[in-house]
């Protein structure tokens, strides 16, 4: 971390970048959030630590309207949604400074209370710095510790692997942390009976309370109007009113975003109700990768995203009940 | 007075492409071919003009399946429009498949302007399937329900 904010302060200092953006302290020691740092002392506040889950090139798309450079950290999986974005003339180039940072798997603070881990006072072992093995929790109850695999996220679960696609300068070492198979979860839910299928995201679509958080978040969701605030569409800006409200925003969000998403598992990161919203998301790869040929969004800067291109001999939709 | 369990009548939303499958659907008509009354098609300029919203909209609104039919690959009258739809709906499809809304209440047909009798012979295959499936129950709006 110290190196990164050397770094930074480095580029501010010569002039390479405006600003810097990056995560800031929160108030408690695993909420830190993103920040723009304009002064060497301002970057007194800059953390970056196994908390630092969020995904910083969404962001990109408003710095690259403000003046001068702006120097963004990016873990490995962030460069891909900013080449995403970048091949959709969403951000620009020549505005970014990119420090790609290293990454250990970023963790989850539901999951380590899900430990039984309440009352958090301070969390140690969650530096970039160290080999990110374990972590001791200190809590109100007395300490705790807890394998840093445990209170990983699920996306660092089915890492796509520690290299950054895009950067100006790599800072900071990875470690890899992929250990799951990553459409095991589809699969199981796949292979269910309608009705079991339908039970399940029944209960996990009926949380949703519609706060938006999910296509806020979302990189490869940036359209400067959305069809969800369209007052002409009666469920903008309001609860679900029923089930298929729910199952709709859902259904309708993930395919916006199909072949564009580049499963960065920010939706599901930023719940509040905790829905595994990137199950749908990973439906639609899954399809895309069977049916299409594999492809991974924001990989490369030249190919065509699926759903923007065809080929006569593409399988016909009665594929879908013929696979079972 | 007792509750009593009426028959079930499937809803049948069918979008037809404007150029292939309505005129299809016209020398069906025209060439006394016949296809129930449960089908009610709603007519777009093209297959691809059919979101995914629409689909979702008519399971709402409570249909019990949705079909959709288009030109075939290669004669669209804009060229490459089902090519697009044909992805789309594939896509759209697994998904609603995925979260328990049966395969067999979504379908695509390539319906040419000269295939009269494939257009009535898709539709009673289709209302024998949703007949067999029995009314949707997943993915409707309750209030929608008489």
């Known amino acids: 971390m110290q190196e990164l904010i050397n770094r930074a302060k480095e580029l501010l200092a010569d002039g390479t970048v405006a600003r810097v953006l990056g995560w800031k302290a929160g108030d408690l020691p695993y909420n830190p959030e993103p920040a723009y740092f304009e002064t060497a002392e301002a970057l007194e506040d800059f953390v970056y630590n196994g908390f630092c889950g969020a995904n910083l090139s969404k962001y990109m798309i408003e710095a690259s309207k403000m003046e001068g450079k702006t120097m963004v950290c990016l873990k490995p999986c962030d460069t891909y949604s900013f080449m995403q974005l970048i091949k959709e003339h969403r951000v620009d180039r020549e505005k970014a400074y990119i420090a790609g940072v290293g990454c250990k798997g970023k963790l989850d603070i539901e999951k380590i209370r899900a430990r039984g881990i309440r009352g958090i006072e301070s969390i140690e072992g969650a530096e970039l710095t160290d080999d990110a093995e374990t972590l001791k929790i200190q809590t109100i109850y007395g300490e705790k510790s807890l394998a840093y695999a445990d209170g990983m996220l699920e996306r660092c679960h089915v890492c796509k692997g520690k290299e950054h696609v895009i950067f100006d300068e790599q800072i900071g070492e990875s470690k890899e942390t992929k250990d799951a198979e990553r459409f095991g979860e589809v699969e199981r839910i796949e292979s269910l009976s309608p009705e079991e299928k339908f039970s399940y995201f029944q209960s996990e679509l009926g949380k949703c309370i519609r706060c938006n958080a999910c296509r806020n978040v979302c990189p490869a969701c940036s359209c400067r109007k959305c069809v969800f605030d369209s007052n002409k569409f009666d469920s903008s800006q309001k609860a679900n009113v029923d089930s298929f409200e729910e199952k709709m925003f859902h259904i309708i969000r993930a395919f916006h975003v199909a072949g564009r998403c580049t499963d960065c598992g920010e939706c599901s990161r930023v719940c509040p109700q905790g829905i595994p919203l990137h199950l749908f998301n990973r439906k639609f790869i899954k399809d895309i990768d069977e049916l299409y040929g594999e492809y991974q969004a924001g990989a490369d800067i030249d190919s065509k995203a699926p759903l923007t291109d065809y080929t006569f001999e593409d399988a016909e939709p009665s594929i879908v009940g013929k696979r079972g | ?146």
């Open chain 2, 1 to 146: 007075m007792p509750l009593e369990k009426k028959e079930f009548k499937p809803k049948i939303v069918a979008f037809c492409c404007n150029w292939c499958s309505y005129a299809g659907a016209d020398l069906a008509g025209s060439s006394r071919l016949t296809y129930p009354a449960d089908v009610k098609i709603i007519r777009v300029p093209c297959s691809c003009r059919v979101n995914p919203m629409f689909i979702l909209r008519a399971f709402e609104k409570g249909a019990d399946g949705v079909i959709m039919c288009g030109c075939h690959p290669g004669d669209c009258h804009y060229s490459t429009g089902n090519y697009y739809a044909r992805r789309r709906m594939t896509l759209l499809f697994s998904m609603l498949d995925y979260i328990g809304v049966e395969s067999g209440r979504t379908r695509v047909e390539w319906v040419s302007a000269a295939e009269g009798v494939k257009f009535s012979e898709t539709m009673n295959s289709f209302v024998e399937k949703i007949y067999s499936l029995g009314e949707n129950v997943r993915l409707g709006d309750l209030r929608c329900k008489n």
